[in-house]
């Protein structure tokens, strides 16, 4: 079997899904053809890492102690890859034969700086009747209304992503303390991606939904208290990442998926009798909202201090 010249990062830092763990990595090096190597990056859990090393083999385990959260364990990860193209899977992630392969093609385009693939949401328990489509983003997953065929598109998401490792170093990675530490989630992804955009900017992020991961839905994130929560986090860090990106920001997807993906979804479910669904779109959307008000009041009140 030959080698990509891709090094597969993956950050972790719960002994709780191991088994998971164990499984991502495998379905990473059983890729034909197989990565270039598997980057564990542990995330302030020494015993962890002794542990993957002990019982683990080919990959290279590093200790991240930096800021706590996804975004510093990945970039921990990717300073120690040594190939042209950096790919980073989640450790609740599974692949698909032919992922990678999938993953990498449309680098032969040198306008592509960076790929991501489509997220299959697999339920541990039975999928709620409620639970919209177009809210697949809360438990990770891709949501209805992502392109069918491969297309340009303005960011991709961090647990099925590809990148050109020169246009991630150019950026300085994903930012640090920004992103899912403990319960808050915050778009790390987004801003990683607008922020490479921009310092490319004649290239582009290719969706390739060919490139396919099933991401384990845990029990608990099947309740409707758990998707509240992630909607009011997710409506506080986009407001957050606008701050964080100023002039550079760029939110047009937000707009069309406010304004045109989620009425359609509400029509369209009250239509055909499903009003669970189109209350959840609701509830989504008012809790988001929320989020983002409380932001922007906590940033108004910073200033105010200044």
Request: net charge negative; aromatic share 8%.
């Amino acid at each position: 079997m030959t080698e990509t010249t891709a090094s597969v990062v993956i950050a972790c830092h719960t002994d709780e899904r191991f088994d998971q763990l164990l499984a991502a990595i495998r379905s990473a090096q059983e890729q034909e053809p197989a990565p270039h190597e598997v980057i564990i990056a542990v995330d302030h859990n020494p015993a962890l890492g002794d542990r993957l090393r002990s019982e683990v083999d080919a990959i290279e385990v590093v200790d991240h102690q930096g800021d706590r959260g996804a975004s510093g364990t990945r970039n921990a990860g990717a300073a120690l890859a040594r190939s042209p193209y950096l790919v980073f899977l989640d450790d609740d992630v599974r692949a698909h034969p032919g992922w990678l392969a999938a993953l990498l093609s449309p680098f032969d385009d040198p306008r592509v700086v960076g790929t991501g693939g489509m997220t299959m949401a697999a339920w541990q328990g039975l999928r709620p009747r409620w639970f919209p489509d177009e809210f697949g983003w809360v438990v990770g997953a891709s949501h209805a209304g992502l392109p069918t065929e491969e297309s340009p598109v303005r960011n991709v998401w961090s647990e099925n992503m590809a990148v050109r490792k020169h246009a991630f170093d150019a950026v300085g990675g994903f930012r640090s303390g920004f992103g899912k530490v403990g319960s808050t989630s915050r778009p790390e992804d987004t801003d990683f991606c607008i922020r490479v955009g921009t310092s490319a900017p004649d290239s582009h992020w290719t969706y390739v939904p060919s490139a396919v991961v099933d991401h384990a839905v845990p029990l608990q994130r099947s309740t409707f208290r758990f998707f509240l929560r992630r909607c009011y986090w997710e409506g506080a860090g986009k407001i957050e990442l606008s701050a964080h990106l100023g002039d550079d920001r760029d939110l047009g997807d937000e707009r069309s998926y406010l304004t045109r993906t989620l009425p359609s979804a509400f029509v369209r479910d009250l239509v055909s009798g499903q009003f669970r669904r189109a209350m959840a779109i609701v509830a989504g959307v008012t809790l988001a909202a929320a989020g983002g008000a409380v932001s922007l009041a906590r940033a108004a009140a910073t200033r105010l201090e200044r």
